[in-house]
């Protein structure tokens, strides 16, 4: 069993291992669960009971309609009731109205026989539930506008989004568990929409929406067990910075290669990218334009190498975990700094890691990281193919057999300040957690 190496740690930097004479040192831990009908809306804004005045935050429950409800089905907030509205939608949009409203406060559609037929404007948060029916949704054929989140989850029946075809502008928009649900043609005419969620649909290609589109910030592509083409995102443009896109679960998507347009318009700018469980993903190709980004690649087995990934300079956070293809590093020849980079996987324990690689070979301008976490490489032999690398800040090797200590001394002594602060052994010797989970 190697030695252990306990140095003094740098104020600015994680600390992911611990040895056992100093005791685990615990680390934060973000989930991203998906939430399933009935769960949790992922509201924008807050919801207000117009006679309570109790709020309901982004991770609270959906209500059940309480007696204080509108007769219509929607909860209103404060001022509640229809005001007059100055978003009038075009002629062919939705049935004949006298004239128009707004509806201020949060709508939910449950089965009451809701109707919202002549609203085409609702200040608040748009939600449609799986009992609501087809009816109800259909009265929404005149909306333009929401000013909060429109959540439509798990509703069965629904085979089209025909009764939003006027929908134009919405803070964010999630679609989730409706797996019969294929056709997102009726989104054409969506201009404003900088947050987008797709899970468990039906849908073989992602939607194009209105040729003004004001571009995304954030995208959630997850569990959409039939997508196979994301070619339309290159239309969409980019609405600010960081981008974040999660791609994951999608059991058939083959490639990246419609994401092409979407990194060109995010130019230089960060981007925030998860691609997780994706078996059938064969290649990387479509994130060639990504120059800065926190990048986390996880159980893609059949991606043979990172060489798209060839214009990354700069990550804050770089994790590659169960990429068994990937046989060395080459693809990241121009990354210059990172803030903390994962190879492997520590909470897994001897589960994860990236098996196909031997060496560093491939990070060839790579000079300095904040934190360099190894784990779970099982073949991981050496540690030379990074030249330039001189500043490591804390260095924590785990469960990595073919590393012996002539291996760590050699990479050590290239390093401007010497042996860094961190922890080199086994499972038995140090105890690891994931800082940088998906």
Known sequence: MLGFLRYRLLPVLLVICACPDEGTVPGPLDTD??????????????????????????????????????????????????????????????????????????????????????????????????????????????????????????????????SLACLRE????????????????????????????????GITALPSFASDFAGVASVVLRDNDALVDLHAAATWGVAGAPLELRIEGNAVLPGLAGLGGLMAANGANPVHITLFDLPKLVSLTGLEPVVQADLHFERLPKVPHL???????????????????????????????????????????????????????GLDSLASVGHFALAGNDKLASLTG?????EVGSFSSVGNPALGQSDYDAFFAQLDGGVPWGCVGDWGRCECFPVNPG
């Not at 679609?175 to 468990?200: H, N, Y």
């Not at 990074?386 to 001189?390: D, H, K, N």
């Open 33 to 162: 669960t998906a939430s399933g009908p009935g769960e949790t809306v992922g509201a924008t804004t807050a919801l207000t009971d117009g006679s309570s005045g109790t709020t309901m935050g982004p991770t609270d429950p959906v209500p059940t309609p309480t007696t204080s409800d509108t007769e219509d089905g929607s909860t209103s907030g404060s001022g509640g009731g229809d005001v007059s509205s100055t978003f009038d939608p075009p002629a062919a949009c939705g049935p004949p109205c006298d004239s128009f409203s707004s509806h201020e406060g949060m709508v939910m559609l449950t089965g009451a026989g809701a109707n919202f037929a002549c609203v085409n404007h609702i200040v608040g948060d748009l939600y449609v539930g799986a009992n609501a029916g087809l009816q109800e949704i259909a009265s929404l054929g005149n909306l333009e506008r929401v000013d909060g989140s429109v959540t439509i989850a798990g509703n069965l029946a629904l085979t089209d989004l025909s």
């Open 170 to 201: 919405v803070e964010s928009l999630k679609l989730t568990g409706m797996p019969q649900l294929g056709d997102l043609g009726a989104l054409a005419s969506l201009r404003v929409a900088p947050v987008l969620e797709l899970e468990r649909l």
């Open 307 to 361: 060489a798209p990934l060839a214009g990354l300079v700069s990550g804050g956070q770089l994790t590659f975990n169960a990429l068994p293809a990937v046989t060395d590093l080459a693809g990241l020849g121009a990354l210059v700094s990172v803030g903390t980079f994962t190879i492997g996987d520590c909470s897994h324990g001897e589960g994860g890691g990236m098996d196909g690689l031997t060496s560093l070979v």
């Open 386 to 390: 990074a030249p330039q690398l001189t």
